[in-house]
């Protein structure tokens, strides 16, 4: 079952008790939360099966020697962690992916590199690989260097947002080398912006949320600003921007009719 400690519900930001209501997942019953994890780590060991046959034929094939495979995936999956299921959040549960890559030619095995990086970097990554240049625009970094270097300098950095569905208001997570802090907007004039910060090496469960004491205002400050420049700009800005969006709707046509449909 999940570890989640007295009173750490109750404790936790706006956002993630909208997240337990707006999907119906409050209370969840210890017989369904331990079937949920079961099939979880059942379809897991089922896809580890299926890529395995996939390398089997690869490892047997004429383009073995040139072929990099790598294995990473676009979210997590909470599993009743923090009282949460799904994504949608930016505990390590959900925010946290792996990422597995694999070029024997080039690459001995077994090793193992510790520092943040995210999604955009992995699509650079394999962009110089292939040869590409990347537009101007791109956010992400090539570690094809750190890959070939453990010891090379690496940015040690990853952002990830979040404005989707079931939460009172848009939130950005910034992760810099043992430290995460996330700052969820304002919800409304009642309810101002809250952060979470957390020390991961030190709280890996994160359940003690650093923002709120002493000593860690510096810290704040300095993870706030680096937030903004890799956004580019506020968070309650783009906050606003996407409920102006929700509000209009989506710019689709009217779908057509069965009865309007040309016959023929």
């Known amino acids: 079952m999940p570890e989640i400690p007295a009173g750490h519900l109750e404790s936790q930001v706006l ?75 930016m505990y390590e549960h959900a925010a946290r992916v792996p990422l597995i890559v694999s ?70 997570m910034v992760r810099m080398g043992d430290y995460k802090y996330v700052y969820h907007a304002p919800a409304d004039e009642n309810h101002p912006a809250q952060r979470e910060l957390y020390n991961l090496r030190a709280d890996p469960g994160e359940f003690h949320n650093l923002a709120g004491e002493r000593g860690q205002d510096g810290r704040l400050k300095a993870m706030h600003a680096a937030l903004v420049a890799e956004l580019g700009e506020d968070p309650d800005a783009i906050e606003r921007r996407c409920r102006a969006d929700y509000a209009r709707g989506y710019d689709r046509p009217a779908p057509i009719k069965p009865q309007d449909r040309k016959r023929g």
């Open 103 to 172: 070029w024997p030619a080039r690459w001995k095995g077994a090793q193992r590199r510790a520092g943040a990086c995210s999604l955009v970097d992995v699509v650079s990554t394999i962009a110089e690989l292939g040869g590409a240049k990347t537009p101007s625009d791109w956010d992400g970094d090539s570690m094809l260097g750190w890959l070939n270097e453990p010891k090379s300098q690496w940015k040690d950095f990853a952002l990830s947002e979040y404005y989707g569905h079931n939460v009172a208001s848009g939130f950005t």
């Open 15 to 89: 956002n993630y008790k909208h997240h337990r209501i707006g999907f119906n997942t409050e209370n969840a019953p210890d017989e369904i939360v331990r079937k949920g994890r079961e099939l979880y780590y059942g379809l897991t060991e089922w896809l580890d099966d299926e890529v395995g046959k996939v390398l089997d034929v690869l490892s047997s094939s004429d383009f073995v020697e040139n072929t990099v495979v790598i294995y990473t995936t676009d979210h997590g999956e909470n599993m009743g962690e923090h009282g949460l299921w799904w994504k949608n959040s």
